[in-house]
Structures are given as structure tokens and as C-alpha cells.
């Protein structure tokens, strides 16, 4: 299955989102965008994926919103920062994850513009273009890079809390950023380009592909709850109770 998906989710971009001859029609709707191309990859992926496993069931940003059951279920968000990609900005990507009983079993993205390929299966490891991940030392909370995910829509009580952690932050580590892409945020803590990640969504396709990647690198991910909102933390073990500490004065 690891190259089956691989193979897709390179077909998917060469013929689908990285094609210039494709004409992608944008819609604005709630500050919120979805592109042509978005339904179609969305489509496309759906497909292949039913050739050798037709009995799975499909959760998806733009068109399956269903309910999640016990059954084999596939998490997919087709382009995964569509205003970076319709902008030119190069943080966005593929992902997907397979679950069962509600837990991700394995995942996957796909970057075009780099051609990486990242994965994960559940107890046996997350691998960046076939090589495993493995860190285990923490860097310093100064030398740091912290990421947050974008102001939530799924949990707008969640934005205040949000600023207030990062003005925190910013006097702790080197720097705090937000590049507007959750595959772009668990890859770069699972490659060690950046060393925490922190965000508030109920969206399953911003979580469930990377928390498999985060757990199975040997990172922590934690739930932070504060009065009204619920998220997550997750980076080395060290620097996330580092982070916890700092955040909870």
C-alpha cells in the first residue's frame, strides 16, 4: 500500500495540481477558498483508491463530510493550503490517512513542488522518501522554531488563547511562525526543520494524517485545554513540557 499511495499521490499532482493547462476556477466563500482542482484531485484520489480497496469508507474536506465509524475509513484533504497554492506560496500539500476503529493506522503526503514523499504506518516508524525519522535530542527552546496552525475557524474562541501563547513564546524561543498549511507543520517537526507545533481544530484532515507521523517519529503529542477551547502540542518529548510549562503560568 505504501507505493500504491505514493504512486497516486504523484499521479494526482502531475495530472491534477501541478498541471498548467488545467484551468482552476477559485470561489471565495466565508474568508475560506476551494479550488476546481481541489474537487478534482478530492475525485481522483477517491477513485484509485477504491481499485484495491473498494469496501473502505471516505471522509474528505470538499465533498464526503460524514460521520466517523469503527469501518476502514480514509481522511483526505486533496490540497492542503489552497490559498498558499493558488498565491504562490510554496507551503502546501497532500495528505491523507487510513483509520480503523477511529485511530490512524497510516498516512501520508505528498509535497509536488520538493517531490517529497512522507509516511507513517502504526509500529513501525514514519519515513521521509523511504528513510525513517529518528531524533532524540531536544534543541534548546532559544534555538527553537515554534509553529502555530492558522486562527481557527473550527474553534473561533480559540484565537484570543492563540495570540496570548504566542506573545508568550515569543520571549522563550527563537522564533514563532505560521505558514497556513497543517501537512507543511507536521512534516517540518517530523524532519527537525522546526521543533514544536501547537493548533487548534475539530477538523479530522488538518489532524489525523499528521499524528500518526508525530507518534510514530517518537515526538509527543498532547491535548491543552484551557476554559472554553481543547488543542493540541507536539514536538519532543523535552520541549513540549518545556512549552507546557511555559504557557500554563
Known sequence: MIYKIEHILKEVSTSIIMNQQIENELKYYSKDIVTKKDVDAERLIIEKIKSFRPHDLFISEEENHNDMTDAPTWIIDPID????????????????????????????????????????EKDKGCYIDHKRVCFDVAKPLDQSIVTFGDFSKSQPLSRPIQLELMSKLTNEVMKVRIYGASSTDFFYVVSGKTQAHILFTKRIWELMPGILMIKESGFSIESIKFDTVDGFIMGHKDTVEQLKEISFR
Open 81 to 120: 493550503g489552497t490559498l498558499n497554492f493558488t498565491r504562490g506560496i510554496p507551503q502546501f500539500g497532500i495528505q491523507l490517512a487510513l483509520c480503523l476503529e477511529k485511530q490512524p493506522i497510516f498516512s501520508a503526503m505528498y509535497f509536488p513542488l520538493t517531490d517529497t514523499y512522507i509516511y507513517a
